[in-house]
Each structure stands twice: as C-alpha cells, then as structure tokens.
C-alpha cells in the first residue's frame, strides 16, 4: 500500500511558476512509476507526465512539453513537477499516481494509488 499527498497547489499568474510535490508513505516508493494526471472542470482526467522508477525516463504530454518538468527524489519518497510559463488552461486539479510498471502507462486506471488532488489555478 502507497499513500500519496500532493501539495504546493496554488494561485499563479499567467508565466509563472509552481513546484508541486508528491510525497509518498508506505511500500518502496522507488519501485514505482510516478505520474501527474489533471482534471479540469467539466473536462476528463488527463495525464500530464510520468516518470520512471528510477528517474532515468519520462514522459510529457504534448501540452506541457518544454514548460512542465518532472523529478524525483527516491530517498525523500517525493515526486515533484515543476511547472513554468503557465496558462491559464493549466488551470486544473492537479492528482499524483503511482503503479508498479517498468513502462509510464498514460491511462489512469493502469494506476494503482491516488493523491487526493490540488488545485493549480492560473490568472490571466
């Protein structure tokens, strides 16, 4: 079992910058994927970027390549996405989810554990 907290959600202006994290507790954190997904009001959950369990690969969304970065630190137990030039579409409620997968699956229910979610919000 993995118990996932997401934090650092916030207000940001449209060009600005968020880190979020996503600390992890329970089974070894490093041995699972890391991704971000967001869900925007009346939008589906889409995935944002997921990294590997070791660090070595990730993989962006289309719509966040070159401005979102993900990161991990496994003897922390935290995932981060670091989050630049952001647009108002960024605006979305931001979910950390682990799965124990040698690839970064792009569908959320090949996840096995859920952040409660935080709220970005970006001002034009």
């Known amino acids: 079992q993995v118990h996932l907290v997401e934090s650092g959600g916030g207000l940001v202006q449209t060009g600005g910058s968020l880190r979020l994290s996503c600390a992890a507790s329970?089974?070894?954190?490093?041995?699972?994927?890391v991704a971000w997904f967001r869900q925007a009001p009346g939008k589906e959950r889409e995935f944002v970027v997921g990294i590997s369990w070791s660090g070595n690969s990730a993989y962006y969304a289309d719509s966040v390549k070159g401005r979102f970065t993900i990161s991990r630190d496994n003897a922390k137990n935290t995932a981060y996405l670091q989050m630049n030039s952001r647009k108002p579409e960024d605006t979305a409620v931001y979910y950390c989810a682990a799965c124990v997968r040698v690839a970064i699956p792009i569908l959320g229910n090949e996840y096995d554990y859920w952040g409660q979610g935080t709220q970005v919000t970006v001002s034009s």
């Open positions: 329970g089974r070894a954190f490093s041995t699972y994927a």
